[in-house]
T-cell receptor
Framework: NAGVTQTPKFQVLKTGQSMTLQCAQD?????MSWYRQDPGMGLRLIHY???????DQGEVPNGYNVSRSTTEDFPLRLLSAAPSQTSVYFC?????????????????FGNGTRLTVT | KQEVTQIPAALSVPEGENLVLNCSFT??????LQWFRQDPGKGLTSLLL?????REQTSGRLNASLDKSSGRSTLYIAASQPGDSATYLC???????????FGTGTRLLVSP
């Protein structure tokens, strides 16, 4: 049981390049999300999904796209990288996707992708 | 807008000491509060989740309390060990359910 797997671990991009951060979970979790972590700012939600085919914006969605074609995968696309997107990106999942009781399930995180945009 | 604050930002204690980490939040309309641990270069690991109707949760040497009306939670670590050294983050889930709002964490160092 691998949990939440993120690839790559590290990436360097030039301004204007595009790329996709991969996230996969093998726990059959309905809820998946992407956060970015910046020094002094905590974790901020970029996009989230409550099930296959459903996505929504978080606090800081600009410059990022997501899709959820399967329960297992939730890739994050950077359309045109900017230095302001230099950060550590975390994918997280949990069981909840519907029903009040399921919201009290803990969030499971991947080990992160450290992205530098020059 | 929900804001989560953790004080202190860093804490250094000798091994064996009992310690308390603090978390405060501005909007008491929360569904739950979660405590996480983050080791350097790693993701977050869930430690404890307290539902809004609960007052505390315990796991081993960890005890987390919640006072929703005053917007506060504490994480108590008993008999600290060097392996407890990490950054501890708290996060609240608002009654909109869809996202957690995180604090910036307390970096804990336990010296042998």
């Amino acid at each position: 049981n691998a949990g939440v797997t993120q690839t790559p671990k590290f990436q360097v991009l030039k301004t204007g390049q595009s790329m996709t951060l991969q996230c996969a979970q093998d726990m059959n979790h309905e809820y998946m999300s992407w956060y970015r972590q910046d020094p002094g700012m905590g974790l901020r939600l970029i996009h989230y999904s409550v099930g296959a085919g459903i996505t929504d914006q978080g606090e800081v969605p600009n410059g990022y796209n997501v899709s959820r074609s399967t329960t297992e995968d939730f890739p994050l696309r950077l359309l045109s990288a900017a230095p302001s997107q230099t950060s550590v990106y975390f994918c997280a999942s949990s069981r909840h996707g519907g029903g009040l009781s399921s919201y009290n399930s803990p969030l499971h995180f991947g080990n992160g992708t450290r992205l530098t945009v020059t | 807008k929900q804001e989560v604050t953790q004080i202190p930002a860093a804490l250094s204690v000798p091994e064996g000491e009992n310690l308390v980490l603090n978390c405060s939040f501005t909007d008491s309309a929360i569904y739950n509060l979660q405590w996480f641990r983050q080791d350097p270069g790693k993701g977050l690991t869930s430690l404890l989740l307290i539902q809004s109707s609960q007052r505390e949760q315990t796991s081993g040497r960890l005890n987390a309390s919640l006072d929703k009306s005053s917007g506060r939670s504490t994480l108590y670590i008993a008999a600290s060990q060097p392996g407890d050294s990490a950054t501890y983050l708290c996060a609240v889930m608002n009654t909109g359910f869809q996202k957690l709002v995180f604090g910036t964490g307390t970096r804990l160092l336990v010296s042998p």
